[in-house]
Structure formats: structure tokens, C-alpha cells
């Protein structure tokens, strides 16, 4: 490989491979079962924790697999971006790994963000115990009322009052919302309408119990609900909180939200690589354990192309994923923008293409609960509408090409 | 058009879409979300049926709107497999409308089979509810042990011992095991193994009451449990039926499963075509209703040529499926075997098609619980799996395709 | 088949399929290689035509092959657009015999054009000599330096003065101008710069050999001349014919260009399909007389599936397209136009599609001059530019699909 | 770019874009002209060079921009794969380019087999000569009798009788065998058909001129004969050469074969992503150029994601291409096999998607001599079939995928 990780990355992988083969993997049939068994349901108030997985999770924190996106050496592990690529995408062979090691999105960029930007008082009161993984957080930016592919539309409000912010909106797919940990949001919000374009919207903490908050449902993403996590719906009617909770500044928000996307990408994607050579993976084991006609599914008509074509398509995207890495590691997020926009587009894509094949294959196994393959249809399906779909991403890809050429 | 309807479909094509646009859309949302409420659990033994949509089913009956789907003009409508196919598009608009017309699968081509192979005492017993919209059926087929797209992995048997048959096997994907109604099964199993390939297996109706039959579960089907209609696994245990309860004959198995599968595979394709013309209709509203970057949705990068590409991917599959229709009524099923064989791999693809389109311009709406997008998706890639995948019947149409020519 | 063709149709059906049978194809690969050597050059006045193709035409038109097209009973055959779709398919299987028959673009389209909008006198100087097959005939619309998609770009003039008519204008990729006989132009032009959009242009009768009239060159569609047929640009400086070469009237260019449209898009659109059916015959041949790694080609990989999948394709686009024949013959080509901008852009599509797969199966000698198929995959690619790219007629089916729902 | 090339490879960049900016694009559309002037004709005997080209190559040489393909520091440039890599690539933006720099095939790979294998009375008569540029080379080694993708089903034979070898064979698809000072051909056949498997075959040296050499033709290749290189059919009749012709040994054609194809493959798949970079070029600049409905025909419909797609696609098939000559430099041929397999269906295919839409923007242009994009388009298209189809590429990176697992 050419984008060579150092030999902290390695030795990572390599433990964290182990974790996953021998703790994760053999497990995991029986936790999506019991995850299905208590949390199947839409009362999220009843979800619960698989104490099992808090066991489990306790383990990979002693043995140092915790927080390993965080780029600070204290906090964190202190890894590159194109270091923590590959971790990442070892996480992503389960849907239930990255929490596991306090890797999980929206955490990481929630997380990422109180770091970079967090006064040192809202550090210790949330980015602390998030590190510790004891409190889970959401990100609140999406809204039902219009299409948010353009942030331009967006309605949510903070206004100044005295010492505090006053808070109104109404948003949905604020993941994680769930969760019986989730204590805290970040609410982005217009709050300089007449400003400049990226001037105008700011993004403030909100503590859940803060008094106008409403969560009104959570949402079935692609007919499940992601319990114990949840994709919630929430209003904020009337929201005060003190203006300490403003992070970096007023009409900060936009800014915050780009520099939240770089690496956030990066690990979306590689996830959904993991995923993907996941899906390849029990695509090949199905097709060689079931036969018909006399000859193993993976045998029949164009399966073995199936094969090929999935393999060619994850190498290229995770090419394509850690030259993003790897610009952002060494020339910055502005010089990686059309990377980051393609593997955007790219990844969960190749994802999607991967687990089409994959449930094909398996046949009506494929489509239930038995397998992850679903899950990882969510997974891509999800992201190619979250943070932007698809086509405001080709759009960014298309100026930026004529832009290098001195057009628009 | 030129598959031209008589006038009696025609004049019922009005009167069921005059239904389905007063009565059933603009409550479609209310009712997927009550069912959800109520039903969204795993826990099938739970399931109820919503009043509102059985006093719609009294009315439908009422209006003459009720069992369109059987070739007998008086116990059904009396339609030709072309009369009827529009009608089935027009109720695949619609999620919850076969069931009001009784004309929901498996429960049409189970009636089928009755009607056209059943014993006098058999239809007295199982058909006249069928055809009542008093009781439901299932149809036990796959299995979860073997590839089921070869049929000669059958493990399921029948056997006779003295005046009853004894039947053993552990199958699949019934659906609508969990409807509080369900009370028949016709299972399939071998019951001659040396012989024919062909003349192998049988058919026998089996009550679910009948000791030895375990419901074990309910599956989920891209994330949702389809409730209250459910997906059900089920084992046979030294099931022991009388012997009149086997259907047609012994080895007659493959036969009916033939003879049931041309008209079903019809009404299957139409609805997936009246599916895909509902997901177009909300794409294109949805375009015009939401806004980015100065201009509707619709208006934006490649939307309109998508919408398009929709319209003539839908006339297409319409017109072969029409043709299928036509052949099967004009010269019989083995006529139309290219065509059945061949809209089976079009139409659930065009359905998948065009709703992925329209999840895309819905953004996070078209996934979630709010649109019955993600519903279709499911339809749509369940029915790639369902009778066959999409391979088996690529296959066969190659097969004809080099008969055809002399070749093999 | 449903759009059950007349039994005079299924009788010319026949014949022409002998004739293809029996004259055409087994000379084909002759005849192609002889036009090669002969004409295979860009020195389009030395192109001539094979004396034997010349014979065989005579041998057409004494069996009532000829000029099939034209819905005159007494000039042509008098069939209607729907009873010749199925001959222009059969004649579609080679390049070489729309020619024979007297069938050939575009000088059907220009025959339709005289007969019906011709003056008595236009029709007895041009109209008579091109139904003998005597006379060739060019159509002067696109031109090189603007994109011709957008009608209203046209820069060609046609002035009044006096009693004659004053041209001006650089026309290319007329086809039919390096042939041996060609002798008449229609030439289309901005008369009316000023009137409604659909108003300003005309269309005139330009013999060609008026002095002002220069052939530049021949283009190359793919590679190749297309000879002895061409398709030339030329130049028109200050071109006079006398007024009454105008075609039916001032302003009337694009009425007469739309009226011409929809026969010959069913025209187009049925011998792309004849291409693929002779294209997906070719490919089985081959497939099964070529082995490696000891199987026919046809057997290996997903081959088979590719055989389904031309099949299935071609199927859909043939059924669209008699339904657009359909609906111009019983409801006119208004009624027709979703259907006719549809075709347009699925048949060739169609055919690129299976004449890809059949180059692919063929290796190295798929690429050369012993097979027709580059020559198919030429006629394929131009015309998904000709009269239109893919995009324009796209966007006519969405504005036609909105339209229909009372939107814009 | 993290495959960060070395100092040396990017002054040659540099040079290299500079003389391609300065002297070959410019005068690239005049050249293809008079080439077709000149040339475009089958008769082969009587093609030219350019002369104008003909002194461009002689000051390329005085650059230094000379045989850069070559790994040997003193015959060549001493460059490794991957620094050559962006070379071919930056040469591969103009078909006529990689001959101004000794660098076309098929002589680069008959001068790495001389080289590598030849002994030092091959290289001083051969190697020399073509290196020099003054000698041209032929590879014979696909028949038109036999599916050549399965290299067991050669005909081709070589015997030993003496000092002598006698060859007879029928080849086609030898690729510069009607240029002016095509020389040389390096013949593969069968030597001993009951070896194992890759034991069987021998290259052997034949001067051209050797009696029972007949070049039965030139070959169209996408309708164009590629003058004066052309694709030639050439028959082996009794040929008998010296037999210090063989190349390395008696059974060992395979095993040269192989080791051609690895620094080979890169060569032809950066070439064509040069092709593909140039052909967005062209489309990027025609879409700006020329209007339509009132707008840039870029800004159109799609086709701004068309833009964008096509810089992904070729972003990722670059990285892969750079990834397989890396780990060739770095870990040798066979580590780089799945890598190898992978660029060779991917980067033609990647031409031909974006050299597609490219023409089509270009509308009939791009059809035609006026522009380098039919010509890109037949390299993309003849490069999915020579040196083994798409298909048998596929299967090696499925048989590779399977043995990694350890299965097969």
C-alpha cells in the first residue's frame, strides 16, 4: 500500500482487528438478536442498554482501543486523520463496534467540535464525560420543513436576551436523540439573518432538560428505528439557555459546521468500506455454502463478476478515501474539498452496490433480520442524504473542476 | 392504448380509482401512522387490525369492488388476466388497498389454487371465507435451510401413512402468518423423490391450528415486520392432516405452483407499477413544493431527466407486462413464459428504480415512517427475492431465448 | 403479440423476411467488404455502387418491396404507420437493405414531406424520380457552428427577392450527399426572424447543383464515410432558386419539420431494433460456436444474463414503440408525443446496449469490418444525436409528464 | 498527491505538459487532417508519415523526452513504474503523442521484452534500431480463428528442424504492422502442446520480410484503420528463421507474455486516463462555448453531475493505477496481480463512460475527424478486449479474491 500508515496505525489495526474477530464478530448475531428482542419497538423511553456490550465496551477502553478519532495525544490517540482511516474502517465491519470504542457518530464530531472550539468550562462540563463515554450527545441541524441541502432554508432561530439565548426550531434526524445517555445537543440556528452567507447561523449547547425542549418521536430509517440510538424529532419552543453556551462565537455556526465535515467525512466513509468489505465478505461465504443446480450459488452466472466488480469498486473508494486523509493531514480541508465531496458521494454508494449484491445473494436471508446486510443498506442509504445528498456533492465537485480551469 | 380494456374494466377502473382518491390516499398517512403506533413490534401475537380500514373493506365489498381478481364471474369479477391488470396497478397506488378489495397476496393466488384445483369439501371449507375476507392464508414454500431458487432443494416431506399425511419441514417467509385471521396454509413438500423432476412434490392444506405447527417468528423485511400481516417462520413437526387435504394429487405440487404463478406474477408486476407511479407523483410533488437555491427541487441538476427516465422506464415494463397479460389469456401460460419470466426481473426493478429516485429528492422524509416510499422500496426488493430471484428468471428467459432459435 | 399487425402487413411480413433471408443477408458480408474496397476512402466523388445491390433493387421493386413506408395506397403500399413498423425492423437487420426497398432516411422523410405538403409540380420534378429510385435526396438542417438542439439557434437565412428566393447558410451532417445520384436538397432556414418562435423558419427545394451550393466534404459518423452515402457539409452563398421551391409556405419550416417527425421516429426507432435483434442473433451464434477454458463462450460468466437482458430490453422498446405508431395512426401525433420522444431516446439505447455486449462477445472481430455490428453501434450513436440528443427529448417527456398533472 | 512522484518524474511532468502544451496540442487537429488526408484510406502500402511529425520526434529526442518508458538508466530514462506512470499519462492526451516519444505500443513492449529477455545479438539488431526510431515492431499474437482470451486455444505452431524454426500461424490484430518501417515481429506459438499449461508456448523473432510472411490486410478498428499504424492480419506459411530467434527459450512464451503484461498494463491504463482527462477537457470547454435554450450547454439538465462523475471516476481509477505500478516497484508483478487485473477493466472503462458523455455534449462534433474523441473512444473500446476482455479480467480478480480467503 502506498499510503503507508505509520507503525502506531498498525499496530492498532492489528489489535483492534483482534478485539473484532475474537469479542465483536462471533457475538454479534446473538446482540442484534437481543438488540431486535428488547428494542424492536418505537417507545423509545423503554429503550435500554445491552449490558453485555457496556461489559464489553469497559474492555476496549482498558485496552487502549478509546477514542482513537480524537487527534489529541492526551485525549485521544493522537493519530493523523490518514492514521485513524483504516481504525475506522475496522470499526465498520459492525454496526455495533464504533461505540464500543467511543467512536461513534454523531459523538466523534460533536465531540471533535467542543474540542476545537469549546470554552474550557463547556470542555469540562461535556466533552469530559463523553471522553468517558458516560454521556451521548446530538447534533441538531436538519429540519422537517424544508430541504435542508440548502442551509439557506434554514428557520431554526437564536436570539440574544440579556444572558442568554432564546432558541426556537423545529428539527428532526438528530441521531442518537434516543439513547438513555443522550444529555446534550448542539443547536445550530440562524441568529445574523442579514449577515453574510456563511455569517449568519451560530451553534449553541443544550442541555435535553432544558426546559422547550420537546422530543416529539424518533424516526424509522429505512423502516428501523436504530434503538437504543434513534433518530429523533424534536422542537424547541422557547429554549433559554445561558449565552455561555454559544460555542466560538456569533455567526461562527457555518465555519464550525465545514471544519466538523473533513475528518467527520473520513470516517462516515471508511465505515462504510468497512461495511462493505463486510457485505463482500458474507456475500462469498453464503455463495460458497449454498448450492443450486449442482453447483455453489457463487459459481452460478455472473456472481463471480459480482465479486470482482465489488472488489475493484471498495479498492478505488478507499483510494480515493485516504488520498482525502491524507490532503486534509497535509495541506488542509480547503485543499482536500473536491476529495472530500467525491468520497462523499462515493463511498456509500460503493456501500450500496456492495450490500445490493450481497442480500441478492442471500436471498429472502438477506432482507431480515438474521444478517446485518440490512442495516448496512441503512447505513448507505442514510448517508447519501445525510449531511447533503448526493447531488449537492457532485454539484461542489463540478464548480470546484471548473473552477481549476479559471471558469464557473 | 392498445392492449385496449374492455368497457367493464374500464368503467372499474373508474369506479376504483374514484375509491382509492376519496377514500383511501388522503387517510393512507393517518393509517400508516396508527399502525405503526399499534403495531410496530415484533410481537406479533399482539397485532390487530385497524376498524376504520375494515369498515372501508365492508364498503369496498359493497360497491361490487371485491374479488376482482378471480377469473369467475360469480364468485369474483369474471375479469380476464388483461381486464384485471389494471386494477391491480391501480391498487398498488396504495399499501394498505389490496386487502380492502381482497385481493391481497399470497391470499390470490392461494384462492387460485382452490378454485382452480380444490375439492368441492376443500372450497366449501377454505375458499368461501377466503372469498368472504373472513379468513387468511399462507403460503409455505421456502425454506430457510437451502438455496430455495432450485426447488430440488425442497427438505420439506409429505408423506401418507394409512388415511393421513404426515408432513415435516421448517419454512420461511409465509407471509401472513401473523394476521390475526390467518387460519390455512398450503404447504409444499416432497412426497416422491424419485420421481420426475417435475412430479416430486405436493401440495397439502394444512390449519394452522394443527398440532404440530409452530409459529417460531416473524420476519422483518428491510427493517420492518409488515404487520399485521408479518412474514412468518414456522416449523411442521409430524403434522398430521387428513389425506383429502392434500390438493389436485399426488406430485402435483410443481404443476400448481406453475399454473398459480402466471396470472400472480400479473397482479404482483401491476402493483408494482401502480407502486412506481405513486412514487413518481410524490417525487415530482415534492419537487415542486420544496425549494434549494432559488428554484424547486424538481428544476435542479439532473431531476427532471430522472423524472423522465421514470415515466418511460414505467410505460415499458407497463406495456411487457400488459402483453404477458394478454398472451397468458389469448394462447395460455407456457405461451407466455418469455414475458412472465422477463417482467418478474423488470417491473419490481422499475419499482426499485424510480422509488430510489424519489427517496433521494424527499431527502430524509423518504425515509422515514411519513411516506410510503420506504414501503415500496421493500415491496420492491422483497419481489427481486420472492417466487425466484431475479437470476432464475434471467435465466430462463436466456433458456427460451436459445429454444426459440434451436439451440440449448 | 397484442398490436396484432393487418394480414396484409403480416403478408409483407413474410415476403420481406424471405427477401432478407434469401437475398440480403447471406451477400451481406460480401457486399460490405466490395463497398470497402471500393468506396472505402473519403474521396466522396469517386464513390460509386455496387451493380449488384442495383440489380437486387430492380428485383425489390418487381415484387412490390418498395416504398413501403409511404401511406399512399397508389404511390406506396398504403399501410399504415403501425402495419409498416414491423417491416422497417426487418429491413433494420441490415445497413444495406432499407436501400433495396426504396426505405431509406432520409429520403422517406423527404417523400413525406412532398407528399403531403408538395406543390403538384414539386411532386412531379422531385417527388416522382425519388419514389423510382433515381433521385437521392439530402436534408439541410444542422449546422456546425451552432447547437443545433436549440432550434432558435439556426443562423441559416432564406430571403425573399422578387420572384426568387435567396439562401444563405453552412449546413452538415447531411446525410445521403455523397451519393452518386443525390440531387435535391431541402434546405431549412430563418425566414421570419421576428414571428412567434415556432414561425420564423421555411423550408425550400434546392437543386443541387444551383451555383452558390458548394460540398465541403464528407464527415466521418464513427469512423466511417458511410459511403457511397456521405454525410456532407455544405455551404449555401447566396443560393436563388425561384420562389416556388418554397414547401408549403412562408413560416411553415417547423410545422412541416414536426409533422415530419413522428412516422420517421417509428421508422428509426424499428430498424435501431432490427440492428439489435440482429445484433443479439449474432451473439449467440458466436457465443456458442467459440469456446475457451472448455465452454462456449455463451456459457461462461454472466453471458447468459446478458442474452436475458437484450431480450428483455429489446422487448420494452419495441412494444413503446408500436404503441407510439399506435397512437399516431388512431389519435394523431399530438396524442403521440411522450410516446415518440420516448422512443427516441430508448431505441437507439437499446440497441448501443445489446450491440455493446455483442462487440464484447465477438473479441477483436467485433471491432472490424467483417461483422455489421460497429456499423450498428455507429447507427446507434448517431442517432442518439440526430434530430435531438438523448437530453432534449428527455426533457420533452418531463414537461410533458408535469404538463399532464396541471404543472410546469 | 500521496503516490508523491519523485523530483525527477515531476521535472519530466513538467517538460512533458510543456511540449505537449506548446507543440503537440496546438497542432493536433491540423495533423489528424492531413493525416486523414493522406492516410484515410485501406490500402496500407501506400501509407506516409507526417513529415512535420516525423521532425517533432527528432526534437523530442533532443529534449530528452526519449524512450521514458524504458527502467534502464542508460537505454532509457531509468525511471521506475510509478514515475513513469503520470508520464504515459500526460502523453496519453493526444493519440499522436506517444510516438513523438518512442513510447508507443505495441514497440514499448517489444523493446521491455528485448530488453529484459533478448539475448545481446537480438538487442544489437533489434533493440537498437528500436530505440532509435528507426525501426517499427509488430506482437503476433491474437487469431482469428479462436477465442484468443483462452491463450490454450493458439494454433499457432512452432517447430524446431535444425538449426532452423518453422512457424505457421494465422494472426490479426497486429497492431503497426502497416507502418512505413514496420520491420520486426515478435510471433508466439505452440512449441510443445503436451507441456503443462504454460510450458507450451515460445516467441520467436521474424523480420517481416521473411518468404511465407503474408500481410493479408489492415483491420478497421471502430470504423478507422489507424493509419499508418494499422491493425494487420498477417499469415505464417512455412516461415523459417535462424534459430537464435527464439526469445529466451523453448516454452517460455507464457512466462514473457506475463512479464510483459505488468509495466505494459500501467502504460496503456494511464494513456487512457490522459484520453479520459482530455476528452473533460473538451467537454468542459465546448459546454462553456456553446448555448442552448438560453444557457451554456454545461449548466444543462445533468450535465454538470456528468462533469462530476467523470472527475471522480477518473480520480479513482488514477489511484489505482498509481497503487498497482507502485506495488509492482516495490513488491513485484505478482503482489501487484489483483491491482494489475483491476486498472485493466477499469481505466478503459472509465474512458469510455467519460469520452460517452463528452460526445454527446459535443453533439454530431463529436462524431466526427474534427475532434479526438471517436478516436479515444475506439482505444477504450479496443482496449476492453485486446490483451484478454474485460470478462477474463474479472475472473482473475474473483479467482485472487477467493484464494486471499483461502478458498477457490
Request: with cysteine; aromatic share 6%.
Amino acid at each position: 500500500m502506498a499510503f503507508v500508515p505509520s507503525a502506531r496505525s498498525q499496530a492498532l489495526q492489528q489489535q483492534l482487528t483482534e478485539f473484532m474477530t475474537t469479542r465483536v464478530l462471533p457475538n454479534e448475531a446473538r446482540w442484534l438478536a437481543e438488540n431486535h428482542r428488547l428494542n424492536g419497538h418505537g417507545d423509545w423511553q423503554r429503550w435500554q442498554l445491552l449490558p453485555e456490550l457496556q461489559a464489553l465496551k469497559q474492555e476496549a477502553r482498558e485496552q487502549g482501543l478509546w477514542n482513537l478519532f480524537l487527534p489529541d495525544a492526551e485525549l485521544g490517540a493522537g493519530l493523523t486523520t490518514l492514521e485513524y482511516a483504516p481504525l475506522a474502517e475496522i470499526m465498520g465491519h459492525s454496526l455495533l463496534a464504533p461505540e464500543l470504542f467511543n467512536c461513534n457518530a454523531p459523538d466523534t464530531g460533536n465531540m471533535e467540535v467542543l474540542y476545537h472550539f469549546g470554552s474550557p468550562e463547556q470542555q469540562a462540563r461535556w466533552l469530559t464525560p463523553l471522553l468517558a463515554g458516560t454521556l451521548r450527545s446530538v447534533f441538531c441541524m436538519t429540519e422537517p420543513e424544508v430541504a435542508s441541502s440548502d442551509a439557506t432554508n434554514m428557520a431554526a432561530t437564536i436570539e440574544r436576551d440579556g444572558d442568554e439565548l432564546v432558541l426556537n426550531g423545529h428539527k428532526w434526524w438528530s441521531t442518537g436523540l434516543g439513547h438513555p445517555d443522550a444529555g446534550i445537543a448542539i443547536f445550530m440556528g440562524l441568529c445574523d439573518p442579514d449577515a453574510e452567507r456563511h455569517r449568519r447561523h451560530a451553534m449553541v449547547l443544550v442541555p435535553l432538560d432544558t426546559p422547550g425542549v420537546t422530543i416529539e418521536r424518533m424516526l424509522t430509517a429505512c423502516g428501523d428505528y436504530d434503538a437504543p440510538y434513534g433518530h429523533g424529532q424534536v422542537r424547541f419552543d422557547q429554549v433559554r439557555v445561558p449565552a455561555d453556551h454559544l460555542i466560538k462565537g456569533w455567526g461562527e455556526g457555518f465555519a464550525i459546521a465545514q471544519g466538523r465535515l473533513g475528518p467527520g467525512r473520513i470516517h462516515h466513509c471508511m465505515r462504510c468500506l468497512g461495511a462493505a468489505e463486510r457485505s463482500l465478505a458474507l456475500m462469498i461465504e453464503r455463495g460458497q455454502q449454498r448450492s443450486a443446480f449442482g453447483r455453489p450459488l457463487l459459481k452460478l452466472g455472473g456472481n463471480l463478476e459480482k465479486v470482482a466488480e465489488a472488489r475493484i469498486a471498495i479498492e478505488q473508494a478507499r483510494l480515493l478515501t485516504l488520498q482525502a486523509a491524507w490532503k486534509i493531514d497535509n495541506h488542509g480541508v480547503r485543499a482536500a474539498m473536491t476529495d472530500i465531496a467525491a468520497i462523499k458521494v462515493v463511498a456509500p454508494r460503493v456501500l450500496q452496490q456492495v450490500v445490493e449484491m450481497a442480500i441478492q445473494l442471500h436471498g429472502g436471508a438477506g432482507l431480515c433480520q438474521d444478517h446485518p446486510l440490512m442495516g448496512f443498506y441503512a447505513q448507505a442509504r442514510a448517508l447519501r442524504l445525510a449531511d447533503g445528498p448526493d447531488e449537492v456533492h457532485l454539484a461542489s465537485v463540478a464548480k470546484l473542476e471548473l473552477k481549476r480551469r479559471g471558469q464557473s
